[in-house]
């Protein structure tokens, strides 16, 4: 089981969730766990939101690798002007 | 990106050549000569001219519009009105990395019930001259029912003020509300407790800030041409950040198939993220769409201040509590900031970035995304950021001014480094806070002596920087030259970056390449140059095609050679055997494989499509001098410095470019600049004689200092640096005024005015 940290918006999102433990071992995976536990959630709900695996932050990256002792935050995507 | 490629990192491994070198720009010439083509310098045969008539009132319901007599005008060939635009569901939909809603789009470039800005389009006409155009605009009759309006942010907020639209209900609070106002969302980022933190604290300070609207400031006004086939494709030129991403808004408006639109980008007169989104380009299209010519489109700059995507203005609380020996205890602030006409303002980065700079345990960051009578704000480099952090910065100097602890010593006590748990979710990886603040201590401007009436400033700032997709494609001419092909349009000098990187991988003369910016239909999809993701992204393309294009050199020589493959490396430009065991081989230079492709596979070529992740997060500090004239309220800038940590600046001379236009931003933002509205609602000064951005008279040299701490996720350490440099300024000025004054101002802009009011009010 991993564990995730959701801040922010996609906290708000997750019904005021801030933490949960995950199975999975790719980004993809730990989407669709959060699609199947937040079935109300925005279809397009992925695309507002990045992933921060130990500290580096992946944006569309459904294969990136996730390992159960990796610390991943569930974070709001950012653009840039 | 693959995240299998193995990104060697080449920074620290050998000497670089190319990389970290201020090599010629390819595009200086003919910039400087007038030749480089803008977005309004494209012209077709038979071209007609495109005009838009604009409200005259702040918010109104539309009741009317009769183009008749337009249309009857003799040369008029199209009017278009909200008839022609297909209405949009209401839904965020995903546009390249964006969310967008189209809904809100599609009411934004036409107004549909009702116009909601002084500025906001309601007909557009074609004719065969400019001057035919504008007659035909006062022919169209627009019946109004006027509506109160409202422009200040906190005004907006308030139980009674005039809503924008019935339907928006506020996302984020509990219990939902049930009734519409102009409060989109509210968000909030909490870590640790920080009423147990304020407890804690020996000094709490608390103060609420107020910054007004600014505009980018971009010299080159928004332009197009559009031109619409009877085959249903089209062709678009215009000056943009994005094609593809203009490419996908206005075949989404305009109802087209994607690959019917082929969109060409101009050379950009600057951008700033001001041209991140559409205005003209999907009329211009409507327009060419009903008369199958070829339509242009130039915004006067009364239409750019008027009708485009300035950045928000914003009400701002923020609480520090601080121990007497300078640690910071806890932190909470409360954004409000305006989106203007529709929902979207950059308030989750300001929340993301306020306390970014420091390693805090407890911080709570509310925001509040709120609509008022103005245009629809856009991007403005690192959105959002430059106002949460502005106010924090005042806040952190003064509060160090209280403990008597030097404002640098107090921001290194609480550095963010790597490890740090940010408030907005992870932890940092290497980043180079520390070194940015250690390398002002060791500059000679932090230790150069003042005069009366003049104080010394500092800010920090912190930006995110972003990845994204991109797409390279690098092709070996027969002549052994180069042509890269990129798909970002070159905002500050990404056309020489890319070369330098080419170069060095390619171990061959950055002169013999030839860097081309591709129309959508040429090359696959890239994302906006934003996000200070150019540099970066497009820099590991650049690099994983010329990697590609050396492996197919390899494998040609490998078989000229009858040898393996592995046992010929790439070195200096040539293709040498790796050892004498693999054979006694002369190098074969990359001109002579060139020429002899036709006879060992035919081209020779390296593509790149990547999605980049692993952008670097960055640290800069501004460090200011002024002297405030005591009888006018004006503030002269002395002195002024930008550190900044880069990675790795791969071409120095644009990264001290960067640095030093974010300064100049910053000193606008933060003196003059301004958006003044009348009681009607109407912007008063849309023009650069009374929206006063800052000339070369007004500034002093703006010196630079690049830090480089490598960023371990880019070949060669890259960062990206176009956004923290427009963050750090606002408050640098803002405590430099104090410093030279003892007043705290704590609204920007600081004019001469508002200076002189602040300096009467203390002596009476």
Redesign the interface.
Known sequence: MVKV?L???VS?MAGGL?EMDVEATTVRQLFRHLRERFPNI?S?ME??IAV?I????????W??KISEDS?V????????? | MD?SLDMQFSAGGKDLKYVGKRTKRPDGVDKVTGRAQFGADTRLPGMLHGKILRSPHAHARIISIDTSKAEALNGVKAVVTRDDFEDRES????AG???VNYRDMVRNIMAREKVLYDGHAVAAVAATSIVIARKALKLIEVEYEVLPHVINVVDAMAPDAPVLHDDLIT??VDPKPTKGSNVA?R????LGDVAAGFAQADEILEKTFDTKPVH?GYIEPHACLASFSESGSADLWCSTQGQYLVRAHCSKLLGMEISKLRVTPSEIGGG???K?VVFLEPVALALSKKTFRPVKMTMTRDEVFRSSGPTSGANVRVKVGITKDGKITAAEAELKYQAGAFQGSSV??G??CAFAPYDLENVNVVGWDVLTNRPKV??????GAPISEYAVECVIDELAERIGMDAIELRLINAAKEGTQT???????PVGFVEVLEAIQASDHYKAPLGPNQGRGIGVGF???????TCVSMSVNEDGTLTLITGSPDIGGSRASMCNMAAEELGIDVDKINPVIADTSSLGFNFLS????TTFACGMATIEAARKAIDNMRERVAQIWEIPVESVIWEDGAARPASSNAGEFDPMTLPEIALMAPKTGGPISGHAEI?A???GPGFGAHMVDVEVDKETGHVKVLRYTVIQDAGKAIHPSYVEGQYQGGAVQCIGWALNEEYIYGEDGRMQNSGFLDYRIPLASDLPMIETIIVEVPNP?HPYGVRGV??TPIIPGLAAMSNAISDATGLRMTELPMSPPKVLKAIKEASA
């Open positions: 940290i801040t922010g918006s708000q801030t925005e397009h695309d507002d921060a130990n500290g580096t932050v992946y944006q569309d990256a294969f990136e610390e935050h569930l974070i709001p995507r950012v653009g840039g002007g | 995240n839904e965020f939909v995903p990395e964006m969310m996302d984020g969302k968000i909030e980022f909490k980018q700033f993220g001001g991140t989750q980065p929340c993301m856009a991007a403005y480099r690192a959105p408030a907005y979710g992870p932890k940092l990886g930006w995110f920087n972003i990845g994204g997709e934003a996000g200070s993701r999605n992740q692993g952008a996720n176009g956004e």
